[in-house]
């Protein structure tokens, strides 16, 4: 046929444009773990809006949270596998993929969101999004959450009053050895799994952001909340590179630009969304503590004999980095 004459006189150079075309519609699975009302459901909706407007008729976005499609368990290897397009875990969990990125889990590392995000933009920041190339995953940029806060059933206003209770972590060597350095016993436990756990008291506490904490009503299964900023809920929007690459330039560019619609959004949304659910946690049953300084120094101290632990592994220069940008 006459196309077909076409196809084969543009030759191998308009090949890959021609499949990307006869592919029709590209559909985008976006799955992650957090309610649709959190920093990163958002930032997901405000994404498959945007990309479905930039590119019409071309990209369907499908957008799975909850842990709907896959908890934390499988969600990267159904990434590698082609089985979802973008995810959004948490930084703490690419554990097995680089261990430069354990980083971000150093506690009392960021005084505030301010710092997470200079550090982020910095050079050093940039290149972490490339530390997990070699694994077949490409890292498009960051999201925010925001800075954890602890959780048990009794007040936890110094570091000793944690001590021989059970505490959820992600799955991050680093959070196991910060609440060791407690005298508590971390769990490794899907994020999914975290309020069953807490309900029949599988685990005594947990260490999360106001906006996961309330969405996951953890206000129902603990009775007291500390407040103290003490570890940084950030995530990597992260693909497979193959994947990526064989997008046609056109759906390509028009997802970049979707994310850096939701990425902004995030950007000016993350501190209100959390700060809104601090305020309906105090409205709870639920009490909340704050920390005098001096309290929040002994937290600090307690926990950071973490950072000489980890240094081999993370790379001291990274660490500085992290460190100049965090203050
Ligand atoms: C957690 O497991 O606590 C968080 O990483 C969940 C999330 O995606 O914010």
Redesign the pocket.
Known sequence: SRRAALAVAAGGLALPALQARAQGVTTIKFS???ADS?P?GQAAIRFKEAAEKLLPGKVKVEVYPNSQLYG?AKEMEALLLGDVQIL???L??FDRFTKSLQVFDLPFLFADMEAADRFQASETGRKLLNSIEKRGLLGLGYLH?GLKQLSANRPLLLPGDAKGLKF?V??SDVLVAQFQQLGANPQK???SE?YQALQTGAVDG????WS?CYSQKYQEVQSDFTETNHGL?D?MLVTNSKWWRGLSDEVRDGVSKALEEAIQLNNTNAQKLNDDARAKIAESKAKIHTLSADQRAQWREAMRPVWKKFEKDIGADIIAAAEQAGQ
């Not at 947990?206 to 952001?209: A, G, H, L, M, S």
């Open positions: 992650h773990v957090v959190t990163k934390d959004a875990p948490s703490s969990k959450n959820r992600q799955s436990l899907a994020f975290v947990q260490e999360n952001t996961n809920i995530y």
